[in-house]
């Protein structure tokens, strides 16, 4: 049992680390450089870009807040948003299905073209420009993480095992009833399947969201701006902590989600 | 019962849908607005303002600045383009915070943006004349010119990497004196130049292509300090303003890197640009075909090199060239460096940014001999 577990953190950690390790190795020896013909202008060393988030990481912290707000503030409006959703295409299911293909839809517009959009929608929410920046970047995150959760969330509201139902409707029950004691439990996973999608996107959401706010902060506006003034290392600096940002909230997730979940995995 | 449902049901999905189309309809037309800066016919030309702004009731510059900075309401693109901006703040003390601006005039037509960064020959044009796309304000806007505050920085220019033109000495010389060939041309006859830049893909109408050709014609022949530029000067590089560009620079480029950083306090004007490659005495090329990068869209701000290309200027020389536009995040710098293209135009703090990061790039001509860089504001929103 002891060894099986032992062997279980081997395969989900170790092989990721080794991968890990061999893409830093391979990059470090610049034998990355010679197989995509790029310079170390282009692409720094990894000791380069560590150097200078060691260097400026008490600077860069302000950035990584607002990106962090941008991002939560998204992810948890749009999974309300979209659970929401889905149990209104739970509950009204002659158009259940239907009305929810348009919400996956909203999902094919360009973050790109979205943001600007959205700008110009806020602004004359407020006349200080932090807040309604903000506000702007959130809701374009919002959008894009609604989608997975409210699909999900559907699903796992209506996919319940026919016997369970069967059971409730013999009992009696009204359907209020099987609704909180049925349909909402056996979402729950569906919920942590749609985490483990909006999650990570949640970031990108909000490092795209940045590139046309108004407001000049945030990892995403540090990456575009060094990109483009040419400052590749710190550009890629910025890059390696949105990375960080995404797999520090999934690993959280993943934990959450085992605790969670702990007694279903069983079965 | 069930009918309600469906009835409240149909009712979200509709209002969904509606939303959805408002916001593509709303994107569409927020980009045609940026496509159609059509200026008819330069009606109100840059400077008239300027003589205007003593007129009563106005605030000074100075008051001005002042009031749309404490409001945080001064606006600029960023990405390079705010260090004059930041001097400007600097030089009265105020913080250097902007709001970022999108690529249309609507912030300052909404006033969420006070003070608004425009180009002379492009958004300046946008705001001030009256026609299908345009905001006509005209002698409503007043305007702060970076060359009279003496924080101005150069712009558009000629550059390759250092490498490229120590190997290819004739081909940079014949390329570049090709060119000034060109905009010397252009800046004498800015509307025929403009029809040419029309002719080869224009992102915006024939209109504000000739505004613009007449605005960029007085960067071209204009110093900072108001002098007249001679034909044959066109593209020579004033060392004091390419200096004052550097100097500036090292002030305003923040650099998280601290070996760009490094390498920024110690550029010289000798890393940035050579003189070398002004005259041609008509060696053999070493390298016939050539591509140069644009800085943004074709337009009237590159006229020099169109003109230079429909006129034969650069088959005179024995060179075939290709014109490649930018636009949006294309870098320059990045497109020279690599190799992917031979020339680039690009702005000297763009250049000095890329060579403190590790790029060994040059610049042999100096197209734009004053900044084009203005803030401009509306004058009801700064009366005393």
Redo the contacts between chains.
């Keep these: 049992m002891k060894s099986k577990a032992i062997r279980n953190v081997l395969t989900t950690v170790g092989l990721p680390v080794l991968f890990g390790v061999i893409i830093f190795t391979l990059w470090q020896t610049k034998v990355l450089h010679a197989l995509f013909g790029t310079d170390e202008i282009i692409l720094p060393l990894p000791t380069r870009i560590g150097s200078i988030i060691s260097d400026n990481f008490t600077s860069m912290l302000p950035q990584i807040t607002s990106t962090l707000i941008v991002a939560l503030g998204g992810l948890v409006l749009g999974s309300i948003l979209g659970y929401f959703i889905g149990v209104a295409g739970a509950v009204f299911k002659k158009w259940g299905m239907a009305g929810l293909t348009i919400v996956p839809a909203s999902n094919a517009i360009p973050l790109v073209a979205l943001a600007p959009v959205i700008n110009n929608w806020t602004r004359n929410l407020s006349g200080v420009v932090d807040i309604r920046s903000t506000v702007a970047k959130i809701i374009t995150v919002t959008i894009f993480c609604t989608a997975s959760m409210s699909v999900n969330a559907y699903r796992g509201l209506t996919e319940v095992k026919p016997f369970s139902e069967d059971l409730f409707a013999s009992y009696g029950s009204s359907k209020l009833r099987m609704f909180f004691k049925l349909r909402l439990p056996n979402s729950l996973p569906y919920v942590f399947t749609a985490l483990r999608v909006s999650v990570p996107s949640c970031v990108i959401g909000a490092v795209v969201s940045e590139y046309f706010a108004e407001q000049v902060i945030g990892v995403g506006r540090q990456i575009r701006e060094n990109i483009v003034k040419g400052q590749f290392p710190t550009a890629w600096a910025y890059i390696a902590i949105a990375c960080a940002m995404g797999i520090l909230m999934y690993v959280i997730l993943l934990i959450v989600e085992s605790i969670v979940l702990k007694n279903r995995r069983a079965r | 019962m069930k009918n309600k ?2 009835l ?3 009712l ?2 509709s209002c ?2 509606a939303a ?1 189309t408002a ?2 309809s ?2 569409t037309s ?1 980009t045609s607005s940026t496509a159609s800066t059509a200026g008819s016919e330069a009606s109100g030309s840059a400077d008239a303002s300027t003589e205007s702004s003593e007129s009563a009731g106005l605030m000074s510059d100075e008051e001005i600045i002042k009031k749309a900075s404490s409001e ?1 309401k001064v606006g600029n693109w ?3 383009n705010e260090y004059e901006i930041q001097a400007l703040l600097s030089k009265y003390g105020l913080p250097t ?4 601006m ?1 690529f249309t005039m ?2 300052i037509d ?1 006033d ?1 943006i006070t003070l608004a960064s425009a180009m002379t020959y492009n958004e300046l044009g946008l705001i001030k004349n009256s026609y299908d796309g345009g905001y006509g304000y005209g002698d409503e806007i007043g305007i702060i010119d970076m060359n009279d505050e003496g924080v101005a920085m150069l712009e558009d220019m000629l550059f390759c990497t250092k490498a490229f033109a120590e190997a290819n000495p004739n081909t940079v010389k014949a390329f570049t004196t090709a060119s000034m060939k060109g905009w010397v041309y252009a800046c004498e006859h800015p509307d025929e130049a403009a029809e040419i830049v029309f002719k080869y893909g224009s992102s915006v109408s024939a209109d504000h292509q000739k505004y613009m050709a007449s605005e960029v014609a007085k960067l071209v022949t204009t110093d900072t300090k108001g002098n007249s530029v001679p034909a044959a000067n066109v593209g020579q590089m004033d060392d004091e303003a390419i200096q004052q560009t550097l100097d500036l620079a090292k002030q305003y ?1 923040k ?6 950083a490094e390498k920024l306090q110690a550029l010289t004007l000798d890393d940035i640009r050579s003189k070398d490659y002004l005259t041609y005495d008509g060696g053999a090329v070493e390298k016939a075909d050539l591509k140069i990068q644009l800085k943004w869209l074709p337009q009237s701000q590159f006229m020099g090199y169109y003109v230079a290309l429909d006129k034969g200027y650069y088959t005179e020389v024995g060179l075939n060239v290709e014109i490649v536009s930018g636009g949006g ?1 294309v ?1 320059e ?2 497109a020279v ?2 190799g992917t293209v031979d020339f680039g135009v690009t702005w000297v703090s ?1 250049l000095i ?2 060579n ?4 060994e790039l040059v610049e042999v001509a100096q197209v734009y001999q004053r900044s084009g860089l203005v803030l401009c504001y509306k004058k009801s929103q700064f009366t005393k």
């Design positions: 449902r469906i409240a049901a149909l979200a999905a969904l849908t959805f916001c593509s709303e994107s927020s945080n960023g990405l390079g915070d902007y709001i970022t999108d609507d912030q909404q969420t480029i650099i998280d890197d601290a070996a760009a995040d870098s710098t990045v460096n690599n763009n940014n890329a403190a990061g590790g790029m």
